[in-house]
């Protein structure tokens, strides 16, 4: 019960950040106004971690079979690439690298933040 819960609220954040970003803010994609939503919906306790780690966790764990239609679509379309294969290719590095720094940057900066009594599960008392 508590999966089918947690898949229900994802469902829910997804659709209303569609539905924001068609509707209210078409300059941002509801992808990411879905991450803004979700962490909001954490920092402010509505939703718990302990609520959606267990599903986080599960897809996580099986992301390889969520990522094969994706990757059998773009060996299908490789064909058109052409001459643009290699920029494409060192983009998509680039945009790697840049995702990995900027992850690490920003966890980096969110444990100097947290204090080391709630990292270790401290009453705070």
Known sequence: MKIFFTITLAAAVAF??????????????????????LTILLFSRIVRYDAISQTAGFFLDNIVFFLIPVVVGCADTLR????????????????TMIVLLVTGISAGLLMKIIPE?????????
Do not use: H, N, Q
């Open 80 to 95: 058109y690439a052409g001459d643009y294969l290699f920029k494409i290719l060192v983009l998509i590095a680039a945009g």
């Open 16 to 37: 209303a950040s569609e539905a924001v970003s068609r509707y209210l803010l078409p300059m941002i994609p509801g992808s990411v106004i879905g991450i803004v939503l």
């Open 117 to 125: 009594e709630k990292k270790a599960g401290g009453s705070g008392t």
